[in-house]
């Protein structure tokens, strides 16, 4: 479905009922900001007692939230064995053989998903400890963008165009205007927390990055969603588990598993269950997502997320002035976002003209005058029978010289 607004300067992309999952996707991932924030064990903690802060354990919920698509994993195993001795497999595979000869073996795969395991898996730890150590932080719309269309351009052969380059201009600036307005770049901010604002910068960094690795995964090794996830989850579960042991017994300032089950109630236990499968709904929508569009739109979904949790979250208390600034730069970000992605098309100076809407329309009606070429011609078949005849649909023309001597021969 596609739209146009009357003046023709704004029109609309592609939209369909997939475009749902971005904002169900949101809404589950600002609910797992929400609860892990009001949790008494995994929020914020008083900075005088650091050994009750449990960055680790937070990272193991994510790995069991992601274990938790072997459902998946089950299912595509069930129904595979229940097809495989019919003629529809067995042509299946012949030509997956055929369309997939670049198709990787199981190490491959297995030292792949390694890769983005480990990255991710000290990604999400370092966020995590600075989640709960620091309120202090910078806005990375700028250095997101800029990593993620250069790895899309190395790994996806992504090609960039002009509203491309206009939408990462913008939110460069709108980056780092925000960040110079809401007060978080400054020369004290930036004395006090300057390591955590560098790793945080490269944490961020890696998730984006990963985003267009997973889509790698899918497009050029042939390695389905689920698999990364299962695969991802166990791979970090096992990193998580002997790092959350290693730091009880010799540095339980970063994390200690002892004293989080220490006086641990009913309410607790509940929330980490429930953190798994919402950890599960989450990211299950975004490999989605990323399988479907491309990984800009996590952008979108990112942002989103961050409008429902400062609505939701009562925790998150700034000045009115400056959440009020705040939400303006997250919808202008939004409509930004939304031209990158092609939902919104910008109809002057050439800046739709390379999406990808208008570049299937030229090539249907480059194919449709191609048909119409092809009909005239078979239309217009001269016979040779001695006689020169046209045939035009189904009609018959003779053609005879004119004799000028006779002006009143016509052609029958």
């Known amino acids: 479905m596609s739209n146009k607004c009357g003046c023709n300067i704004i029109g609309f992309g592609h939209i369909n009922l997939y475009m749902l999952l971005i904002p169900l996707g949101a809404f589950f991932s600002a609910a797992k900001d929400i609860i892990v924030t009001r949790s008494e064990k995994?929020?914020?903690?008083?900075?005088?007692?650091?050994?009750?802060?449990?960055?680790?354990?937070?990272?193991?919920?994510?790995?069991?939230?992601?274990?938790?698509?072997?459902?998946?994993?089950?299912?595509?195993?069930?129904?595979?064995?229940?097809?495989?001795?019919?003629?529809?497999?067995?042509?299946?595979?012949?030509?997956?053989?055929?369309?997939?000869?670049?198709?990787?073996?199981?190490?491959?795969?297995?030292?792949?998903?390694?890769?983005?395991?480990?990255?991710?898996?000290?990604?999400?730890?370092?966020?995590?400890?600075?989640?709960?150590?620091?309120?202090?932080?910078?806005?990375?719309?700028?250095?997101?963008?800029?990593?993620?269309?250069?790895?899309?351009y190395l790994l996806l052969k992504t090609k960039l165009y002009k509203h491309h380059y206009l939408s990462i201009i913008l939110l460069v600036v709108f980056g780092i205007t925000h960040n110079f307005i809401a007060d978080h770049f400054t020369v004290v901010s930036l004395k006090e927390n300057y390591i955590g604002h560098i790793i945080n910068f490269?944490?961020?960094?890696?998730?984006?990055?990963?985003?267009?690795?997973?889509?790698?995964?899918?497009?050029?090794?042939?390695?389905?969603?689920?698999?990364?996830?299962?695969?991802?989850?166990?791979?970090?579960?096992?990193?998580?588990?002997?790092?959350?042991?290693?730091?009880?017994?010799?540095?339980?300032?970063?994390?200690?598993f002892n004293m989080y089950i220490e006086n641990i109630e009913g309410k607790e236990i509940f929330v980490f269950i429930s953190l798994i499968f919402i950890n599960f709904v989450t990211f299950v929508t975004i490999f989605i997502i990323i399988d479907i569009f491309t990984p800009f739109h996590i952008f979108l979904l990112n942002n989103l997320a961050e409008i429902i949790f400062g609505f939701f979250d009562g925790t998150y208390k700034i000045e009115i002035y400056l959440k009020i600034i705040y939400y303006i730069f997250i919808i202008i970000s939004i409509i930004i976002v939304l031209v990158f992605i092609e939902i919104i098309q910008l109809n002057f100076c050439g800046l739709s003209t390379m999406t990808k809407k208008n570049i299937e329309e030229r090539a249907r009606l480059d194919t449709i005058i191609t048909d119409e070429n092809d009909d005239e011609e078979s239309n217009y078949i001269i016979k040779d029978t001695g006689e020169q005849k046209i045939n035009i649909d189904d009609y018959t023309f003779e053609l005879k010289e004119l004799n000028i001597d006779e002006p009143n021969q016509i052609l029958h």
């Open 42 to 152: 995994l929020g914020k903690d008083d900075p005088k007692e650091p050994e009750k802060q449990h960055p680790v354990i937070i990272t193991i919920n994510y790995a069991f939230g992601l274990c938790l698509s072997f459902i998946f994993f089950i299912i595509y195993k069930i129904c595979n064995k229940r097809h495989k001795n019919t003629n529809i497999y067995l042509l299946d595979k012949m030509l997956n053989k055929a369309n997939y000869s670049g198709k990787i073996s199981k190490k491959e795969k297995i030292l792949w998903i390694l890769l983005g395991s480990v990255l991710d898996f000290f990604a999400k730890l370092i966020f995590s400890y600075n989640w709960v150590k620091k309120d202090d932080y910078l806005c990375y719309w700028q250095s997101n963008i800029l990593l993620m269309s250069l790895f899309s």
């Open 202 to 256: 490269f944490a961020e960094g890696i998730f984006n990055i990963l985003y267009v690795l997973y889509k790698f995964f899918m497009i050029k090794k042939f390695i389905k969603s689920y698999e990364i996830l299962f695969f991802q989850g166990l791979i970090e579960s096992i990193i998580g588990i002997i790092m959350l042991t290693i730091t009880t017994k010799y540095y339980p300032k970063l994390d200690s």
